[in-house]
């Protein structure tokens, strides 16, 4: 997962071009991705996760290939749940360190549960 600082992200006011802004409440299965490369998903609250859904949705329902992008209050633990359900980058709330961020993914080496990446459960996987 790319991780942006707060700082280094200029958030488009609207959709424009190739880019998506979803609302919270826009249903992820009836829009058109057509030309779209970025999909913008807000979340506006830490407690607010209807943003989970509309990235799982994209990813698996849709088989959206492109960038998938969290913005608004997003808090360094919920970031490798955020990678399960289909997010590729995040921005990271103002004064977050992006180095402790990335030690998450350090933290957990695999999961036994299917999820957006990785469609099959842990024990159903190929060995190599």
Known sequence: M??????DYQA?????????????DVNALEVSLDGITQVDLHFPAFTDG???TQAYWLRRRRGFAGDIRAT?????????????????S??????????AAQ???ERFGGFYQADAVHTK???AQEVA
Do not use: W
């Not at 488009?12 to 919270?24: D, F, I, M, T």
């Not at 608004?72 to 590729?88: A, H, K, N």
């Open 2 to 7: 790319k991780i942006l600082s707060h700082s």
């Open 12 to 24: 488009p006011a609207e959709s424009q071009g190739s880019v998506l802004v979803l609302a919270n």
């Open 50 to 52: 209807r943003a989970f």
């Open 72 to 88: 608004g209050d997003v808090l360094i633990d919920q970031l490798v749940q955020m990678q399960r359900t289909g997010f590729s």
């Open 90 to 99: 995040a921005v990271l709330r103002e004064g977050v360190d992006a180095s």
């Open 103 to 105: 030690r998450q993914f």
């Open 121 to 123: 459960p842990h024990f």
